[in-house]
């Protein structure tokens, strides 16, 4: 009589990981996900600021169509005196180039803010609905802050309004003297109209035009980057919240971030690796390393201070 076959007990299938398996593959996992996440940071990183140098790309052609059309750049309305005459509207530069931007609809809602002065409670004080258009152009992607509205910005403290994470260049001004090793100097012009760049609060009392940017447009910066969270001064559509000074070293940024000293970072700066992106007066785009000499950086700023020099 035949006996029964013995099993062959180490030809059975394994049913586990042994302990030190599971840890060698738990190991493995987490230097892939070391490896692979700043990698897709990186690509995140990138593919944001290419997109930030479109939208100043854009800006640049909507900043020259508004030069063919009105032959000056487009101009902001101080809402305070400062010499200039009614109605002080408060309106800035980003809202006059909203038609070149695909924006005509929500240029002319902002029809009403033509009418009175803003500190009397007209002016743009008649579009508060319209100050919360948050549109995609007017900021950077890597801005975090810049996504929604903000109810801290000067002038319109408790009321929500967009901000933006591009300013147009003022120039040198010292703001406030905020900067007293600034190798410009301490001159502050920020409330006057002899400022030395191309935008400011009351440059609707000399519209600059090209013609008037003997320093080159292709040597001259015209609208840089901020980081919202950096500074209270950036109201889209506001006449005090649309430009920024060259008057601190390129990309400081203070931790903690201290927005309400006006005179220190009124500059500025980007959430991008070592690079700020500006469009220059000729309507290209240049990432600035942050290393740039600072009065280099400040002779770029100036539209006809005698001292072309060529952007990198």
């Not at 080159?216 to 950096?230: F, K």
Request: glycine residues 10%; aromatic residues 8%.
């Amino acid at each position: 009589m035949l006996s029964a076959p013995i099993p062959n007990r180490r030809s059975r299938s394994r049913e586990a990981f042994t302990l030190i398996e599971l840890l060698v593959v738990i190991a493995i996992i987490a230097i892939l996900i070391a490896l692979l996440v700043p990698a897709v940071q990186k690509v995140r990183d990138s593919a944001a600021k290419t997109q930030c140098i479109n939208n100043l790309k854009q800006f640049g052609i909507a900043i020259h169509s508004h030069h063919d059309n009105f032959k000056h750049i487009p101009e902001s309305v101080s809402p305070w005196g400062e010499g200039g005459p009614p109605p002080r509207t408060g309106r800035g530069w980003i809202l006059k180039v909203l038609p070149y931007l695909d924006q005509q609809p929500l240029f002319d809602a902002f029809a009403p803010s033509l009418v009175g002065d803003m500190f009397s409670g007209q002016g743009l004080m008649n579009c508060v609905p319209q100050l919360q258009a948050n549109i995609s152009v007017t900021r950077c992607p890597a801005d975090d802050g810049a996504r929604g509205l903000s109810t801290s910005e000067y002038q319109f403290s408790g009321t929500l309004v967009a901000v933006t994470s591009y300013k147009g260049v003022i120039g040198t001004a010292n703001m406030g003297g905020g900067w007293p090793t600034s190798p410009s100097g301490t001159t502050d012009g920020h409330n006057g109209i002899l400022n030395n760049g191309l935008f400011f609060r009351n440059s609707y009392q000399v519209k600059i035009k090209f013609a008037q940017v003997t320093d080159g447009l292709s040597n001259t910066l015209a609208v840089g980057e901020d980081i919202h969270d950096q500074s209270s001064h950036g109201a889209t559509y506001y006449a005090n919240g649309d430009y920024a000074s060259c008057h601190a070293p390129l990309n400081t940024i203070f931790i903690p971030p201290i927005p309400g000293n006006w005179p220190r970072v009124m500059s500025f700066r980007s959430q991008h690796l070592n690079t700020v992106n500006f469009c220059v007066a000729d309507g290209s785009v240049r990432s600035l390393s942050q290393s740039v000499d600072w009065l280099t950086y400040q002779r770029m700023c100036t539209r006809a201070g005698g001292e072309p020099v060529q952007i990198p």
